[in-house]
């Protein structure tokens, strides 16, 4: 089993930025990849941004290309989003995720594992 801990989220004005990190810990794979998504009220839960752990490939949704990052620091078992540029849109839940393989998947169902989640809320 893998236990997730999300950490960094809060409020932050639009324009502005914050860095999440997600620490790993327990019983990891050999290969796997990690991800966050995002739940605003009344929404679904959405892809954010991926990131494989040994490959190295990434990717991020649409609607943050540009302002949001996916990085990993594999020594601390760590994933990192930093945020930038926020906008209102962007305050929901959000919550990091893990899964086997090295396929960045898109999906709510493809991942094995989740975090708590933490809130980032953006303010006008």
């Known amino acids: 089993q893998v236990q997730l801990v999300e950490s960094g989220g809060g409020l932050v004005q639009a324009g502005g930025s914050l860095r999440l990190s997600c620490a790993a810990s327990g019983r990891t794979f050999s290969s796997y990849t990690m991800a966050w998504f995002r739940q605003a009220p009344g929404k679904e839960r959405e892809f954010v941004a991926g990131i494989s752990w040994r490959g190295g490939s990434s990717r991020h949704a649409d609607s943050v290309k540009g302002r949001f990052t996916i990085s990993r620091d594999n020594a601390k078992n760590t994933v990192y989003l930093q945020m930038n540029s926020l906008k209102l849109e962007d305050t929901a839940v959000y919550y990091c995720?893990?899964?086997?393989?090295?396929?960045?998947?898109?999906?709510?169902?493809?991942?094995?594992?989740w975090g708590q989640g933490t809130q980032v809320t953006v303010s006008s």
């Open positions: 995720a893990v899964r086997r393989g090295m396929v960045v998947a898109g999906r709510v169902e493809d991942y094995d594992s």
